[in-house]
Structures are given as structure tokens and as C-alpha cells.
């Protein structure tokens, strides 16, 4: 055993015994042991195990990925500030406000490496089991946890359409079934892993983020990576191009359901979101009608109407100046000159 593998040792035991716990789970429902159905499924289970027990740091993983993009362009700011200083001073000075604008962000970019640096372990600790299962099988490599010679020579004459589980695209010899189906996994592989980089990149983010240094990294390790995985998978086991591939597919669903219910603020996501919500309301009956506009008429403009008072249609006492009484109403004009004229009482002797 190499130094590599006693530095794998615990974490092969691990993937050994979650291996064989669903592959007797899978013959008790009545798979049969040697079938390839059975341990390729094996191999799903260990998948589905593993990223359960990853999923608080894949939601880390996503708010990280998240501020990063959103702090863009604050980190466009200080990078103009000091472009062209080159002095100790001045890259001291940048990376203490860079670390200072991570901390008020909550984020750092190690936060969204840490799945992928978790699962790595887990990825090469199965490609060691694959990898040893002939030697297992004939007693020239210890047994890795439950793993026995019985067991492995199950898993290595099990096969996916005429390809073993531990057979690599390079040393298939005259199988094409091997070269087939590594062909087909190394294209699900890469096309799973662009789908959840874009899925995360595109549909997540604001417009402001996708600008800048930043995100051009981002576009380029949206293409870059696909290539790296399609030209180093002919080195894999099929096991573990299932493994990847099932890990893809798993997580391009975990980010379709945390995008969907909590977008990034000013993202194509949110604006979906909204745009359901008020499809839903409206499918409902749940929106209030709109009060109705208030309607001000206006009249025509002219004279002034004149107030008139209660008293106005009274009778008043009046006496002109031959000192004869008489009536007159308010809306007659008061004067002599405007009475009735009256017959006057010559006075008596």
C-alpha cells in the first residue's frame, strides 16, 4: 500500500461501507448482486449520502458565490485606486481594505470552494476502491473495510453495457464497450458541469454584477472547466465519471430550488420570482381592486353668486322727508325717489 492510500485509508473504509450497505439494500428489494445496475446504483447512493451531508455548506456555498459577485464592484473600486502601486505600503494598504470589504459582505472566495475541496477527498478515495478492486478480488491488495474479495470480484465483474465499473477510457484495450461508454459519461459530465455553473452565474446575479474583472473570471471557468473535465476524464474509472455525473445532476437540482425560492436581489431569478407571485395572486382573485379615480368636475366660470341674507325679503319702516310713513322691502332701493309715490294729508285746521 503507497503512502497516498494510508493517507486515504479512513476515507476508503468510508466509501467501501456505504458502498456495500446499499448494495445489500439493493439485493434485499430483489436487484440481482452481480448486475451492474446494482452496484453503478451503489455508487448513487454513496452520492445522495454525501451530498445530504454536505448541504449546509452548498447553501454557504451559494451565499458566498453570491457576495462575491454582488461586491464586485466595490472590489473594481479599490483595484482602480491603487492600479499601478506597486510599493509594500500600497499592497498592504489593498489587501486590508479588501479583507475589510469581505468581512462587512460576510463572504470570503474560500467559502465557495470548500464543497469542492470537501469532496475531493471522497473523489479520489473512490477512485482508489475502483482502481484496486482486481487486486482486491485476487488477494493482492488488503481488504478496504467490508469490502471482501467476494464483494469485489462482484463489483468487478459487474458491468454498464458491457463496460466494468473499473474500467478507464485509456486501458480499455479492444473493449469499445468501455471507450463508448466513458465517451457518453465524459459529455454528461462536462455538460452537467456547465449547466450548474451558468445556472449559478447567469440567472442569479444582477446585471452590475456580471460586469468587471470578476465575473470575466467567472465566464472563463464557465467554458474552462467542462474542457478540463472532458480531457482528464479518460483517466477515470466509469464508477467515479458516474459519481461526478450524479453529483452535477444533484447539485444543478439543489440550485434550481434555492435560486427559485431565494434569488439574489436584482437578479433574473427574482424578477421570475415576482412575476410568479403576481400570477398566482392573480390566478386567486387575491388583488384588491383599484379604488375608483376621483372625478372633479369644473363648473364654468362667471359672476359671483351674491349672499343673501334671511332678513332680507323683510318689510322695513321707512319715512321720507314730508314725514309720511310707508313700507319698503330690502330688494327695493331705499329713497323717496324709488317709493311709490303717495297722495300726502293736508293737515286739519
Known amino acids: ?4 492510500d494510508g493517507l486515504l485509508k479512513p476515507i476508503m473504509v468510508v466509501v467501501a461501507w456505504i458502498m456495500v450497505q446499499f448494495h445489500a439494500l439493493l439485493q434485499a428489494i430483489g436487484l440481482d448482486p452481480e448486475s451492474g445496475a446494482a452496484w453503478g446504483l451503489s455508487i448513487v447512493g454513496l452520492v445522495i449520502v454525501i451530498r445530504i451531508l454536505l448541504i449546509p455548506l452548498f447553501f454557504r456555498q451559494i451565499k ?3 457576495g462575491m459577485q454582488m461586491l464586485a464592484p466595490e472590489m473594481q473600486a479599490i483595484q482602480k485606486k491603487y492600479k499601478g502601486k506597486t510599493d509594500p505600503a500600497s499592497r498592504e494598504a489593498m489587501s486590508r481594505e479588501t479583507m475589510a470589504l469581505y468581512r462587512a459582505h ?11 475541496l470537501l469532496q475531493s477527498p471522497i473523489f479520489f478515495a473512490l477512485f482508489r476502491v475502483l ?12 481488504p478496504i473495510g467490508p469490502m471482501s474479495p467476494e464483494l469485489a470480484a462482484q463489483a468487478e465483474a459487474a458491468t454498464i453495457f458491457g463496460a466494468p465499473l473499473s474500467g478507464t477510457f485509456m486501458q480499455a484495450g479492444d473493449n469499445w464497450h468501455i471507450r463508448v461508454v466513458t465517451i457518453v459519461l465524459i459529455i454528461a459530465m462536462s455538460a452537467t458541469t456547465f449547466l450548474t455553473q451558468r ?4 440567472k442569479n446575479m444582477p446585471p452590475a454584477a456580471l460586469q468587471g474583472p470578476m465575473a470575466q473570471q467567472q465566464k472563463v471557468l464557465l467554458y474552462v472547466l467542462p474542457l478540463i473535465f472532458a480531457f482528464s476524464g479518460v483517466n477515470f474509472p466509469i464508477g467515479v465519471l458516474i459519481y461526478w455525473t450524479t453529483t452535477n445532476l444533484w447539485s444543478m437540482g439543489q440550485q434550481f430550488y434555492t435560486i427559485r425560492r431565494m434569488p439574489a436581489p436584482g437578479s433574473q431569478a427574482e424578477i421570475a420570482m415576482k412575476e410568479r407571485k403576481a400570477r398566482k395572486t392573480k390566478s386567486h ?4 381592486d383599484a379604488p375608483p379615480a376621483v372625478i372633479i368636475e369644473e363648473k364654468p366660470r362667471g359672476q359671483r353668486e351674491q349672499p343673501k341674507r334671511k332678513d332680507r325679503n323683510k318689510p322695513r319702516v321707512i319715512e321720507d322727508r314730508t314725514g309720511t310713513t310707508g313700507t319698503a322691502k330690502d330688494d327695493e332701493p331705499d329713497g323717496p325717489s324709488a317709493a311709490a309715490p303717495s297722495t300726502p294729508t293736508k293737515p286739519k285746521k
Open 131 to 142: 482502481i484496486e478492486l482486481p487486486r482486491i478480488a485476487n488477494g493482492s491488495y488488503p
Open 285 to 288: 382573485g387575491l388583488i384588491e
Open 199 to 202: 445556472q449559478l452565474t447567469m
Open 106 to 116: 460576510g463572504t470570503n472566495p474560500f467559502a465557495s470552494c470548500l464543497p469542492i
Open 1 to 4: 500500500m503507497s503512502w497516498f
Open 64 to 66: 458566498a458565490s453570491r
